[in-house]
Nanobody, 115 residues
Framework: QGQLLESGGGLVQPGGSLRLSCAASGFTFSRYAMSWYRQAPGKERELVAQITADGNTNYADSAKGRFTISRDNAKMTVSLQMNSLKLEDTAVYFC?????????WGQGTQVTVSS
């Protein structure tokens, strides 16, 4: 069974940085497109950033210029470097893997941006 385990969330002040990591197991990681989603209280889950199996990246407008997604196929991890964090970045961040009809979600990690 495929599993994703996020880490790296926490409390940070506006303007600060956090690095989220997602460790994968139980599936052929290198085949999968990997994404980070987030869900703020009372809002729908939204895509933050995606990296394809080939390494192409895509970002939500809110993340462009501040967030960077990367992957390490050897370590089966995907990371999200978040800089210049804003209050509105507060959310639970989820790791997501997709290859065809095969999908996996992590349980999420809380990111709170507060002064």
């Amino acid at each position: 069974q495929g599993q994703l385990l996020e880490s790296g969330g926490g409390l940070v002040q506006p303007g600060g940085s956090l690095r989220l990591s997602c460790a994968a197991s139980g599936f052929t990681f290198s085949r999968y497109a990997m994404s980070w989603y987030r869900q703020a209280p009372g809002k729908e889950r939204e895509l933050v950033a995606q990296i394809t199996a080939d390494g192409n990246t895509n970002y939500a407008d809110s993340a462009k210029g501040r967030f960077t997604i990367s992957r390490d196929n050897a370590k089966m991890t995907v990371s999200l470097q978040m800089n210049s964090l804003k209050l509105e970045d507060t959310a639970v961040y989820f790791c997501y893997a997709r290859w065809g009809l095969s999908r996996h979600w992590g349980q999420g990690t809380q990111v709170t941006v507060s002064s």
